[in-house]
């Protein structure tokens, strides 16, 4: 299992994905996404898997406009704080 998670410092879901896989022990790479955005090809993958409706551009530019936190495992992405998913990944 590879977790990445694109959060905000001060966001509370992005808090929150943190300690759900540090209670599990899963090892995650914590990404903060103000401070170094998201490679356009991670986007490309996020925005196919979770169908993102707000324009692309936009977006990609300014990361901050992201819901947080965005979840990958893999191929696989979640947007939000959704334990529900994640249980299925351990």
């Known amino acids: 299992m590879n977790i990445q998670i694109y959060g905000a410092k ?3 879901d992005t808090k929150k ?3 759900y896989f540090k209670e599990r022990k899963i090892p995650f ?3 903060d996404i103000h401070r170094f955005g998201m490679s356009k090809s991670v986007f490309e993958s996020a925005k196919r898997c979770i169908d993102e409706k707000k324009r692309e551009g936009t977006l ?3 990361p901050a406009l992201f ?3 965005i979840v990958r495992n893999g191929k696989e992405f ?3 704080y959704c334990p529900d998913v994640w ?3 351990e």
């Open 10 to 12: 001060k966001c509370f």
């Open 17 to 19: 994905a943190e300690r």
């Open 29 to 31: 790479q914590s990404i």
């Open 60 to 62: 990609f530019e300014n």
């Open 67 to 69: 819901r947080t936190p």
């Open 78 to 80: 979640t947007l939000g």
């Open 87 to 89: 249980k299925n990944w």
